[in-house]
């Protein structure tokens, strides 16, 4: 079964950084593509970032471009997400999220396996 914790959310000022990490078990890590989605105070989840099985290809909401960067280290199970020039409407649960097969997804998914999330508050 695949299980994945997120780790590494906390409280931050705007403008600043903080990078969350999500540990991936239960099947090969390293043969599945990798996705970080959010969902703010009263919104609805919103996908972030995803990454394919190499890192090779990466992907990003047009509200985080620039400022987010997905990576991941296969040999750690490991997936991060470091978030800089943070704002207030960063603030929101970050979950990890894993695809069900072996094809690369972005917002529409599917993705079948999620965590249980890490809180990030921006502070103004």
């Known amino acids: 079964q695949v299980q994945l914790v997120e780790s590494g959310g906390g409280l931050v000022q705007a403008g600043g950084s903080l990078r969350v990490s999500c540990a991936a078990s239960g099947r090969t890590f390293s043969s599945y593509a990798m996705g970080w989605f959010r969902q703010g105070p009263g919104k609805e989840r919103e996908f972030v970032a995803a990454i394919n099985w190499s890192g090779g290809i990466t992907s990003y909401a047009d509200s985080v471009k620039g400022r987010f960067s997905i990576s991941r280290d296969n040999a750690k199970n490991t997936v991060y997400l470091q978030m800089n020039s943070l704002r207030p409407e960063d603030t929101a649960v970050y979950y990890c999220?894993?695809?069900?097969?072996?094809?690369?997804?972005?917002?529409?998914?599917?993705?079948?396996?999620w965590g249980q999330g890490t809180q990030v508050t921006v502070s103004s």
């Open positions: 999220a894993a695809p069900p097969n072996y094809e690369y997804h972005t917002a529409n998914g599917p993705w079948g396996y």
